[in-house]
């Protein structure tokens, strides 16, 4: 019998091992239908569909998805994806006056929705650099990139966070201009499941995190990847290159519980949470390796 999938991912680079593992039939070998949905408003928006049940399985920014988990998604991290910090490029309309971070208070952010990735980074980039945020006023959801390019054109937003490689391209063909970076200081994607496909289905979880592991393996010591990467998402040969030489996947099912307790001090640090939860409520158990 035939186990259908439906896995929520920003069309993007990183989630390039899932394609290549779905075009090789790496799935239908073990009788999976992998149902891939692009959800280009990113973490927040595959939040949400994780909430209403429209997906399995996410692959989702580490911070907006603790943060959504503390506030009642039912579903857990089940790994992270990629250990490596995520590189949010800070961007400006190419003609904005605005060319530094000190330059950036009392500007209004351009984010894909509330707790999403580009939403909670705002947060610790003001921290990082000892700028002040207002929730109510300082925020202008677009829904994703191409609404960020609109809100800056017409200037009812004028800051912008996104992948830097992604949103490159925009500063290379003049309509952006970057002023500064912001890293995670966590590993950037989790795999996130449903509580309900945890409960009904872990066997088939094991199964697609084992291929999914094994393809991105294979991807990062396959030495035509840079070339593929470059091509497939039209990004300049040297900024995959850059990107990929960074690039560190998990290709593990463990998470461990002190690393796991930093970032959630850190997002306490940063305000994204409150207070440090459980890991056995945002985790699930059988992918917790004690410390």
């Given at each position: 019998?035939?186990?259908?999938?439906?896995?929520?991912?920003?069309?993007?680079?990183?989630?390039?091992?899932w394609?290549?593992?779905?075009?090789?039939?790496?799935?239908a070998?073990?009788?999976?239908?992998?149902?891939?949905?692009?959800v280009?408003?990113?973490?927040?928006?595959?939040?949400?569909?994780?909430?209403?049940?429209?997906?399995?399985?996410?692959?989702?920014l580490?911070?907006?998805?603790?943060?959504?988990?503390?506030?009642?998604?039912?579903?857990?991290?089940?790994?992270?994806?990629?250990?490596?910090?995520?590189?949010?490029?800070?961007?400006?309309?190419?003609?904005?006056?605005?060319?530094?971070?000190a330059e950036?208070?009392?500007?209004?952010?351009?984010?894909?929705?509330?707790?999403?990735?580009?939403?909670?980074?705002?947060?610790?980039?003001?921290?990082?650099?000892?700028?002040?945020?207002?929730?109510?006023?300082?925020?202008?959801?677009?829904?994703?990139?191409?609404?960020?390019?609109?809100?800056?054109?017409?200037?009812?937003?004028?800051?912008?966070?996104?992948?830097?490689?992604?949103?490159?391209?925009?500063?290379?063909?003049?309509?952006?201009?970057?002023?500064?970076?912001c890293?995670?200081?966590?590993?950037?994607?989790?795999?996130?499941?449903?509580?309900?496909?945890?409960?009904?289905?872990?066997?088939?979880?094991?199964?697609?995190?084992?291929?999914?592991?094994?393809?991105?393996?294979?991807?990062?010591?396959?030495?035509?990847?840079?070339?593929?990467?470059?091509?497939?998402?039209?990004?300049?040969?040297?900024?995959?290159?850059?990107?990929?030489?960074?690039?560190?996947?998990?290709?593990?099912?463990?998470?461990?519980?002190?690393?796991?307790?930093?970032?959630?001090?850190?997002?306490?640090?940063?305000?994204?949470?409150k207070?440090?939860?459980?890991?056995?409520?945002?985790?699930?158990?059988?992918?917790?390796?004690?410390?």
């Amino acid at each position: 019998m035939i186990k259908t999938v439906r896995v929520g991912g920003v069309p993007e680079h990183f989630n390039l091992a899932w394609h290549l593992a779905i075009e090789k039939g790496k799935f239908a070998e073990k009788g999976i239908l992998i149902e891939w949905i692009d959800v280009p408003g990113g973490t927040g928006a595959m939040c949400k569909m994780l909430r209403d049940g429209e997906i399995d399985i996410a692959i989702a920014l580490t911070e907006g998805v603790i943060a959504d988990i503390t506030q009642g998604n039912p579903s857990k991290i089940v790994q992270f994806y990629v250990n490596s910090p995520l590189r949010w490029g800070i961007f400006v309309n190419a003609k904005s006056k605005i060319n530094s971070i000190a330059e950036m208070q009392g500007n209004k952010y351009a984010i894909s929705r509330y707790k999403s990735g580009s939403h909670l980074m705002a947060y610790v980039n003001a921290a990082n650099n000892s700028l002040t945020i207002n929730d109510e006023t300082d925020f202008e959801i677009i829904g994703n990139l191409a609404g960020a390019r609109k809100a800056l054109a017409e200037n009812t937003a004028q800051l912008f966070m996104w992948e830097k490689f992604t949103t490159k391209p925009f500063v290379d063909n003049g309509e952006f201009k970057m002023i500064g970076e912001c890293k995670t200081p966590w590993p950037c994607f989790a795999v996130v499941a449903t509580n309900d496909f945890i409960n009904s289905q872990p066997v088939t979880l094991d199964e697609v995190l084992e291929i999914v592991n094994e393809s991105c393996h294979d991807l990062k010591f396959n030495d035509e990847a840079v070339d593929l990467i470059a091509w497939r998402y039209q990004i300049k040969l040297a900024d995959a290159m850059k990107w990929f030489g960074e690039l560190e996947y998990a290709a593990k099912a463990e998470i461990n519980e002190e690393e796991m307790n930093e970032i959630f001090s850190k997002l306490v640090q940063f305000k994204i949470l409150k207070t440090v939860p459980n890991i056995f409520d945002i985790c699930y158990n059988k992918s917790v390796e004690l410390a």
